[in-house]
């Protein structure tokens, strides 16, 4: 992975570059900077969850891209489902919807 497609990636993601480094890289801010600037070799273990990230992102995607809007409706719910549960055990501090 490239420097820019790690920016790249993050931004896709809606992180911003101290989240990404606290909850990806489990890193200063400075580190994940010195990683999309190009000037530091982007650590593996980041490279391998950025990139499951993206698959997962893909397959929710194909999941929500049908006519039908009961399921888009249940799908929906479900993600706010895991959001709900994700903030109530302080993983995430706001619940975006």
């Known amino acids: 992975m490239t420097n820019i497609e790690l920016k790249a990636l993050r931004r896709l ?6 989240d990404a480094a606290t909850y990806i890289g489990k890193c200063s801010k400075r ?3 010195y990683w999309e600037s190009g000037s530091r070799k982007i650590s593996d273990d980041v490279i391998n969850i950025m990139n499951k990230l ?8 194909l999941l929500l891209q ?7 409706l249940v799908y929906s719910r479900l993600i706010d489902s895991v959001k709900a549960e994700l903030y109530s ?8 919807y």
């Open 66 to 72: 049908t006519d039908n809007l009961f399921s888009n």
């Open 89 to 96: 055990k302080g993983f995430i501090d706001k619940i975006i």
């Open 13 to 18: 993601f809606f992180l911003d570059v101290a």
């Open 31 to 33: 580190a994940w900077q």
């Open 54 to 61: 993206k698959e997962e992102r893909t397959e929710l995607l």
